[in-house]
C-alpha cells in the first residue's frame, strides 16, 4: 500500500535588507561627510551599496478565510530615518487579496510608512510580497495563513487586486508527516536549527571586494543549501531517504530537476513518532567559478545568470517503520540576485 502526503508551505521568507549592505569601491566614503550615502541631492536614491532597510509587518499572519487584516510597510534610511514619497509595490499569491491599495502600489507617507488591508479568499499559506520601485532591490515577504472553510455565499473581495504571484495550492492540513516551513541558506552560517527569514541568493561572486588590485580579497560566497522544517504527526518512525527540486533557472525554459539527494548520511534524517518535528538541511546550489549553479557545475547543472524571483519546489521521500511510502511537497520562494556581501573592512 502506498500513502502519499502532500503539502505545498509557502514559506515566510524575509530578507533582512541591513545586513546586504557593503561599502564598496575605495575611499566611496569619507566617514566625516554629513551627507548620507543613500541620498543624492536630497533624494533617497538607497541601493545595495548602502544599508536603507524597509519591514513588512501583517497584523494578523492567521486569518479566518472572508476576513481581512492590515498591514503596514516602513522604509528608513541607513541612517535609520523615515523615507517618504518612495514607491512602494506588493503583490501576493492566489489566495490574498489585497483589498487596499486595490492596484498594490502607494507612496510612503512623511513618517516613511505604506499601509493597506489585505483579505483571504480560499484556505492555505500564502505569501503577501512587498519591493520598492523605482529599481531599489529591496523585497520583503510575509506569509499568510488563511484558515477555515470558505463561507457560503462568498464572492472573494470585488475589485480587490494582489494574485500576481501564482497560484499557491491550499494547504493539507490534515497531512500526517508535512513540511512545516521552508527557507534557504546561502550566507554559510548555519547558526541556528530555526529555518531562516532571509530569502537573498546571490548569485555573483565580487572578485575584489575593495577595488584595490594589489590586495586580495573575494566576496564571502557559498553554496546555497535547503532547510526544511519538517513534523511527523504519525503514529510510528519516519526514515527520509533523499530530496529532490526543480526550478526553472533559465527564463523560458524547462525548469531544471535535481539529481535525487541523499539523506543517508544525515543524522536528523529520522523523527520519531506523535509530533517530533526536525529540520534537513541540505545542500542544493553550488558556487562555482564566482557564479551559482543548480546541480553539478561540472555535469549535469545550470548556471543562474539572470536576477529575479524563483520560486524553488522540493519533493522529500522516505517511509515509515512498516514500510509505507511517504512522499512530501513544499514551495519557497527567494530572490536571486548579485547581492553584496563584501565585509567593510
Ligand atoms: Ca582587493
Ligand atoms: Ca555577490
Known amino acids: 500500500m502506498m500513502r502519499s502526503y502532500n503539502k505545498r508551505y509557502a514559506a515566510g521568507l524575509l530578507i533582512a535588507l541591513g545586513i546586504l549592505g557593503c561599502m564598496g569601491g575605495s575611499g566611496g566614503t569619507d566617514g566625516g561627510s554629513a551627507e548620507n550615502p543613500g541620498y543624492q541631492n536630497g533624494v533617497y536614491t538607497g541601493d545595495d551599496s548602502t544599508t536603507g532597510t524597509m519591514s513588512l509587518v501583517v497584523e494578523q499572519e492567521t486569518i479566518a478565510v472572508g476576513q481581512k487584516s492590515g498591514f503596514s510597510v516602513l522604509v528608513v534610511d541607513s541612517q535609520g530615518q523615515p523615507v517618504p514619497e518612495v514607491s512602494v509595490v506588493c503583490d501576493s499569491e492566489g489566495g490574498v487579496a489585497i483589498i487596499e491599495p486595490s492596484s498594490g502600489t502607494e507612496l510612503t507617507s512623511a513618517s516613511g510608512h505604506m499601509s493597506g488591508v489585505i483579505g483571504c479568499s480560499a484556505p492555505g499559506s500564502f505569501q503577501l510580497l512587498c519591493r520598492l520601485g523605482s529599481g531599489l532591490n529591496r523585497r520583503r515577504f510575509v506569509t499568510v495563513r488563511c484558515t477555515g472553510d470558505i463561507p457560503s455565499g462568498f464572492q472573494g473581495f470585488p475589485g480587490a487586486g494582489g494574485g500576481g504571484l501564482g497560484g499557491g495550492v491550499q494547504n493539507n492540513d490534515d497531512g500526517d508527516v508535512q513540511i512545516v516551513e521552508a527557507g534557504f541558506e546561502d550566507d554559510g552560517s548555519f547558526s541556528s536549527s530555526d529555518v531562516p527569514a532571509d530569502a537573498s541568493i546571490d548569485i555573483v561572486q565580487i572578485a575584489d571586494c575593495d577595488g584595490n588590485a594589489s590586495t586580495v580579497d573575494f566576496e564571502p560566497f557559498h553554496d546555497t543549501y535547503v532547510n526544511l522544517k519538517i513534523q511527523n504527526n504519525l503514529p510510528e518512525r519516519v526514515t527520509f531517504s ?104
Open 242 to 345: 533523499y530530496l529532490t527540486y526543480s526550478v526553472q533557472v533559465t527564463t523560458g525554459a524547462a525548469p531544471f530537476e535535481s539529481s535525487n539527494i541523499g539523506l543517508t548520511r544525515q543524522a536528523n534524517s529520522s523523527l520519531d513518532a506523535n509530533g517530533q518535528t526536525g529540520n534537513l538541511i541540505l545542500p542544493i546550489f553550488s558556487a562555482y567559478g564566482g557564479g551559482k549553479w543548480a546541480g553539478d557545475p561540472l555535469g549535469r547543472g545550470e548556471q543562474f545568470t539572470t536576477p529575479g524571483l524563483r520560486t524553488v519546489t522540493f519533493n522529500l521521500v522516505g517511509e515509515t517503520a512498516s514500510g509505507e511510502l511517504v512522499n512530501i511537497s513544499a514551495q519557497a520562494t527567494a530572490s536571486f540576485s548579485n547581492f553584496t556581501r563584501c565585509s567593510s573592512n
